[in-house]
């Protein structure tokens, strides 16, 4: 496994499964925005208080390749980089069957943010980005 800034582990719960006995693909898309706020915690940041500030964090793409499958009672390591393009905030995101170490998806999600409903360039992005690189 490569290194990452953030790492949670999660366990797959019987009612994320489809009809094949394996994560339904649009559970892997809440894994990792699930993973995304906790890291956003613990860099102190979160999105309710950032709402009522006025700044809101958008998702503006995600790019997701599964590779193998969870089933139920899976243990898996959600991790995450992150990079800055332009105005927008890229997470780099890997989701790791605990058991194997194997890859099960791949994702990129490309954020903006919203400051009193106008698109802005990033600027809150380059403050939080500061508080990983400590």
Do not use: W
Request: hydrophobic letters at 35%; a neutral charge; glycine letters at 6%.
């Amino acid at each position: 496994m490569k290194d990452y800034i953030y790492k949670l582990t999660i366990k797959v719960r019987d009612y994320e499964c489809d009809l094949q006995g394996v994560v339904n693909n649009s559970n892997y898309q809440r894994y990792m925005e699930h993973t995304r706020h906790e890291f956003l915690e613990s860099l102190g940041e979160n999105f309710g208080v950032m709402h009522e500030k006025g700044v809101d964090a958008f998702v503006s793409r995600v790019d997701i390749q599964f590779k193998t499958s969870l089933k139920s009672g899976d243990s898996f390591i959600s991790c995450l980089n992150v990079s800055k393009e332009g105005p927008k905030l890229v997470f780099h995101q890997d989701i790791y069957r605990k058991s194997d170490m194997k890859l099960s998806a791949r994702g990129r999600v490309e954020t903006v943010v919203v400051e009193n409903g106008v698109l802005t360039r990033g600027e809150y992005f380059d403050e939080l980005l500061k508080k990983v690189n400590k």
